[in-house]
């Protein structure tokens, strides 16, 4: 039995969630792969799956053994990348995620610079605003916008961005502009789904945040969405400053209520930071970081 093989297809199926889902991300038959932990199993003497026909689940022999598992096939890897060359020189691929707009508009240029400069790395970019797991996504790097939360991995700050409430000179023409938060209510509003709540936006005075309820006119899922429908005047909007610099710059949208912003949020680069860097994730973040800083620095009015 070939027990590396079958340590990475029993974490390939605890990691899945199921034997045919694990065949299917593996590219392995399923009848191997069921093979393979029942020969695990066989050779420990001892039970690590609970088979059910809904779903598997770990017994105490098996969440031990896992982790395990993890740690073991985490040291091969590197003892590969090491034989490899991966930690003499940038080589090989570079797994990247970042928001959808900001990873558009920042950071695949910088992207595009680096992978001319290191012709032997390759870069997988994953745009979303949804919040990764590095680890379980074998993520090497994440720009994360906002407060993170308490956690082993390392951050790297690149800079700050900031909630914004803009509307377009004619809106504000038409309806006048708002003095106060609370004079929203008085207003359309057009809603982003991916920043916070639908029913209120959040302030700051007096070194304090409170919530505004808002009428939302139109609720839209992308910023880019929202962004159009206030510059054709239907109403105010809420979204995050690098997204409107174009904008704010040609006076087709007018920021509103600046003296109640709240506190920005930081911009990182996030990796896990565990043991010696690989040289493609060390000269990315060198590469990377004076760049952010650079372009969040300039995305400003």
Known sequence: MDRLEAMSLFVATVEAGSLSAAARRSGVPLATVSRKVSDLERHLQTRLLNRSTRRLTLTDAGDAYLAACRRILDEVGEAERVAGGE???PTGELIITAPIVFGR????????????????????LTLGDRISQLAEEHIDVAIRIGRLPDSRMVALGVGSIRHVVCASPAYLAEHGTPKTPGDLETHSCITFEGLGSLATWTFAAD???????VRSRLRVNTAEAAIDAAIAGLGITRVLSYQ?????????????????????WPVNLVHAGQGRLPVKLRAFLDFAAPRLRERLAQATW
């Open 87 to 89: 930690y003499s020189a």
């Open 207 to 213: 070194k304090a945040d409170f919530a505004v309820p």
């Open 105 to 124: 508009l920042h950071v695949l240029p910088i992207i595009t610079a680096f992978l001319a400069t290191y012709p032997r790395v390759d870069i997988r």
């Open 244 to 264: 409107i610099v174009t904008a704010v710059r040609s006076r087709t949208l007018c920021p509103v209520l600046r003296d109640f912003e709240p506190e920005p």
